[in-house]
């Protein structure tokens, strides 16, 4: 296995998950919790390991030449994030307590699951960013088996970093204040990115 491929890929795709976004919002909130972290961290993982997986086979040329594909993409995102967004802010209007560590609430697997799945698999941005940009650009590697490893390799890095490492953050979220300002925060990242989709 070629290591500069691999390092290559590890660097690209951690700097694509860097930004704030739906998926990363949403393992932060769990983190911060400590619901479910670890099932929440691996699907997010194992999500991108598989986009990462068609990208670097192909996949992501042809969702490039299938228009309606892209745009069912863009408009199905922008309803979830809408939606999503929706409930964030209704969650800063109502939040009344700050965050109990000792508290095992954070609904049930199924639901967070369920949840972590749509913000991965219904984002245009994951397939624009993993698939297509990655794919495309693997092409280039000299060794495109590493450098899809070592992309994957990244996003599992990030995940279980943001989760488990959210539990540092414990103390600031046990104000109702700190609550209510990320909420907004995620409500309003999840309706840019819904405007961007639309608009372009």
Same mark, same amino acid.
């Given at each position: ?7 290559? *890929?590890? %660097?690209?795709? +951690?700097?694509?998950?860097? /930004?704030?976004?739906?998926?990363? @919002?949403?393992?932060?909130?769990? #983190? $911060? ?42 408009? *199905?995102? %922008?309803?979830? +994030?809408?939606?999503?967004? /929706?409930?964030?802010?209704?969650? @800063?209007?109502?939040?009344?307590? #700050? $965050? ?64 488990? #490492? ?35």
């Amino acid at each position: 296995m070629d290591i500069g491929s691999a390092l290559e *890929g590890f %660097a690209l795709g +951690l700097s694509l998950i860097l /930004a704030i976004g739906a998926q990363n @919002a949403f393992v932060l909130r769990q #983190g $911060l919790r400590r619901a479910h972290v670890f099932a929440v961290c691996l699907t997010c993982a194992v999500s991108d390991a598989a986009l990462i997986a068609a990208g670097v086979g192909g996949v992501g040329a042809l969702i490039g030449a299938t228009p309606w594909l892209d745009t069912a993409m863009r408009y *199905g995102g %922008a309803a979830f +994030l809408v939606f999503y967004g /929706a409930r964030s802010f209704y969650s @800063a209007l109502t939040v009344t307590e #700050g $965050l109990d560590p000792a508290s095992t609430g954070g609904g049930s697997l199924r639901a967070a699951l369920l949840t972590c799945l749509a913000l991965t698999w219904l984002n245009p941005h994951v397939y624009l960013d993993t698939v297509v940009l990655l794919g495309s650009i693997s092409a280039q590697a000299a060794d495109r088996l590493a450098f899809a490893i070592g992309a994957m390799i990244a996003s599992f890095t990030f995940f279980f970093s943001l989760g488990y #490492g959210a539990r540092a953050l414990a103390p600031v979220f046990a104000r109702p204040r700190a609550w209510m300002v990320l909420d907004v925060v995620v409500g309003l990242t999840m309706w840019i990115i819904a405007v961007n989709l639309l608009r372009h």
